[in-house]
């Protein structure tokens, strides 16, 4: 399980949840804890790879299907007028090497399938992950817009009476009111961006409720570059498919060995019973060409496998190389705007006011100053939002989700 690192950055990157959503009584809360939890219950998706898993289980007994027994009754006129009877029981099976190589065939098919059922569940955590991190980013970037707007309109007072008294110009008063205007229109695509990622976190949970988080926290996923695993899920499951094809092979020549057949049989004659005896015979493969071209099809198919193997082992070390590269930036980016940035743009805003308020400056260098702290602040969302993304995509490549 995850473990989230919640902190609390600005007052203005704290969601206003009363603000932002209804809730309700049928309102469904959410943290991401809470909404694994729920995605797992409702993907049918899910469940139908569970019921594969349990397929191949049960698919082993059938490495031992013997073919029905042969029980034969003649009744009659056999040897003579006098009605007589024969009974004979017959049955057939392959080599014994032929079900066990069966057997092993099943149990690592059987193996395959548990483990693409694992790398689903994996695929499927990461999904909804990065859809609750879109939200929850959906979310932090709308309460932004609402607090920015919030803030011009509480100015909008004072610019017009500034104008009033002739400290500002015609052209201040119109940039204000632009501004203004600019900033109710960012407000409505952020909000329809945030309904537009809630609809396909609500498609992944299988739910219609309305949804809200838990809190109104900003939260960072943790990133520790020194875990490795040693054998990746993505790794197992191609070496996996590499033994089941490795098995295929063995499965397929161990069929060109002969077959057997015993039976037994109890007869009467002319009315004298106690006439038993046995039979036993081989089935010996004169024509197996259509085996052995199967059998090179199975191993030019083993050696496909091989190959992607390979690919594989050499495209996650690239890729995971590259997650940290790129983790590592964002670590540095993010630290620059937890331990500066952040507080400057939290000073800016404090002081921008009370310097326009006081006529220490112009409005343009109070509408500069507001726009450079909310810049600040927005990069940071998406700096955050970039990171714990990148988080899940590592987190998920060393099976740490």
Known sequence: MIKINHILVLSSILFSYQLLAQNTSDTIL????????????????????????????????????LPKTQVNLDYGQLNSIVNDRFIAVNQEFEFPTVYYRELKLATETSQLALLKNNLFEMQFKAEVLTTYVKWHFAYSELNLANDELVYYQKYKKSINAKYNSGEINYLAKLMAESKLGELELNQQRKRALLVEVENELKQLLQIQNPIAPIDGKVFKLPYER????????????????L????????????????AFSVGYFNQSIDLTTAFT???????????????????????????????????????????????????DQLVLELGYYES?????????????????DAGNINYLEYLQAISNS?????????????????????NYLIDNL
């Open 243 to 258: 033994l089941v094809e490795d098995r295929k092979i063995k499965a397929m020549r161990s069929k060109i060995s002969p």
């Open 30 to 65: 959410l943290n991401e804890d809470k909404t694994i939890e729920i995605a797992f219950e409702n993907n049918l998706k899910l469940k139908n790879s569970k019921l594969l898993v349990q397929i191949e289980r049960e698919k082993k007994a059938l490495a031992f299907d």
């Open 277 to 327: 005896g046995w039979q036993f015979g081989v089935g010996i493969p004169l024509f197996f060409w259509s085996q052995k071209s199967a059998l090179t099809v199975a191993k030019l198919k083993y050696e496909i496998t091989s190959n992607t193997l390979s690919e594989k082992e050499l495209a996650y070390k690239l890729q995971l190389n590259s997650m940290e590269t790129k983790l």
């Open 374 to 394: 909310y810049s600040i602040q927005n990069r940071y969302l998406i700096a955050l939002n970039k990171y714990n993304q990148a988080t899940i995509e590592f």
């Open 340 to 356: 500066q940035a952040l507080h400057q743009a939290q000073t800016i805003l404090e002081h921008a006011g009370k310097s326009f």
């Open 226 to 241: 020194s875990i490795r695993n040693t054998s990746p899920l993505i790794i197992s499951l191609a070496k996996q498919e």
